[in-house]
Each structure stands twice: as C-alpha cells, then as structure tokens.
C-alpha cells in the first residue's frame, strides 16, 4: 500500500540554526500538508499546498517557515532560524483531492528537538 | 471557525471490555468528522468519518461512531477491544461549505488496553 514517507525521524538543533524537514507524499497526490502536534497539545494546520504555490496557512505559518517542492517526489519544511518553541512533532500529509471527502493519508512524523 | 474537545485525555480498559472515547465539536456550518487513529512510532491513519447520510458509520477494526447534531457529538466504540487497540485517537472536524477543508483537530485521547 502505498504510504507518505518522512525524513528524518528524528532531529536535534540548537536555536537559531535553519532545518530542512522532507516529505515524500504518494506519487498520484495533488494535495500536501504539514501539520506539527507540540507535545501534550493539538495536532495544529501549518499549511496546504496545491500546483506548485501555498494555498492556505495557518497563522503559525510565520516568514520563518517555507515549504518546496524541489522535485516531482519531495516536499520540504524548512524553519529559518529555529526556536525553543519550535520543537513538536511534524507531520507531513497528502490528499488526491482538495476537499473534505478526501482522505488524509498522514506521514510517521519528524521530531522536531529545538536545544 | 469550528473546535473540537475530547474530554478524556486517556481511557484504560480491560481487553474484551467495550470502549466509547468522547468528541464533541463546535461549528455554525455543516461539518465532515472524523476519527484518527496512531500506533506508536507512526503516522495518523484514517478509522472511519461522516459525511452525510446515516448517522452511524463503521470503520476499521471494528471501530464505528455516532453523528448526533443535537447533541454536537461523534463519540467512537468498539464493543470488544484488543491489546492492538492500544493507540492515540484524534478527532476532527472540517467545514463543508466554508471555503476550507482543512480538518481542525482535537488533542487526542490514549487508549490503553490491559490485559
């Protein structure tokens, strides 16, 4: 069965530094996600992502973030200059569809550690 | 803007026991719900959502949930859970005619199973 992929599972950066968090969405997806979940709290909706351009984000989805997609397989997180409060569990997702009737097929997540 | 509160942050059980984990939402339009499910170390996948018609829908693994628009709720059950049951479970809700279908989720609930 075809699954949404995550790199790396887990990532340790000091405050400050830029990371770069990887995605490979299922190859027939239009539709992608990230969504980041701070320990103990909500899964929360950074942004959404369709024909090469954003088009929702969430107002957690601040300049220091960005999202690529560098190639036809990879999509990408990338935190700027990274703080404390950065530090959550990331999830990548992708959709066929953009609507509410298409299932979410979620990644296994990055953990994301800001020292 | 909907919102959507699980009250129980974690319910333990005995095996072979019944289990209903609690969801209720908030929205001023018509709403797609859903429930998530997350083994440890993986992503979140799909058990089973409402999208219109009866009311009570059955999922994965046994798993089915109730609609109740009066009572604003989509509790999950499972009459008989297993060891395996032993996961997170995130419910949410999405609008569906508010532009975005972008899910809002809630903090999720911790099923532990005893033997």
């Known amino acids: 069965e075809p699954e949404v992929t995550q790199t790396p599972s887990h990532q340790v950066t000091q405050m400050g530094q830029e990371v770069i968090l990887r995605c490979v969405p299922i190859?027939?997806?239009?539709?992608f996600y990230w969504y980041r979940q701070i320990l103990g709290q909500k899964v929360e909706f950074l942004v959404s992502f369709y024909n090469n351009e954003i088009s929702e984000k969430s107002e957690i989805f601040d300049d220091q973030f960005s999202v690529e997609r560098p190639d036809g397989s990879n999509f990408t997180l990338k935190i700027r200059s990274t703080k404390l409060e950065d530090s959550a569990m990331y999830f990548c997702?992708?959709?066929?569809?953009?609507?509410?009737?298409?299932?979410?097929?979620f990644g296994p997540g990055t953990r994301l550690t800001v020292t | 803007a909907q919102s959507v509160t699980q009250l129980d942050s974690q319910v333990p059980v005995f095996e072979e026991a019944p289990v209903e984990l609690r969801c209720n939402y908030s929205s001023s339009v018509s709403v797609y719900l859903f429930w998530y499910v997350q083994y440890p170390n993986q992503g979140l996948q799909l058990l089973l959502k409402?999208?219109?018609?009866?009311?009570l829908v059955k999922g994965i693994n046994g798993f089915e949930a109730e609609f109740n628009k009066s009572q604003t709720s989509f509790h999950l059950r499972k009459p008989s859970v297993h060891i395996s049951d032993t996961a997170e479970y995130f419910c949410a809700v999405s609008d569906v005619s508010g532009g975005s279908y972008i899910p809002t989720f809630g903090r999720g609930t911790s099923l532990i199973v005893h033997p």
């Open positions: 997702a992708s959709t066929e569809g953009g609507t509410g009737v298409y299932e979410q097929y």
């Open positions: 409402y999208l219109s018609g009866s009311t």
């Open positions: 190859s027939n997806h239009l539709y």
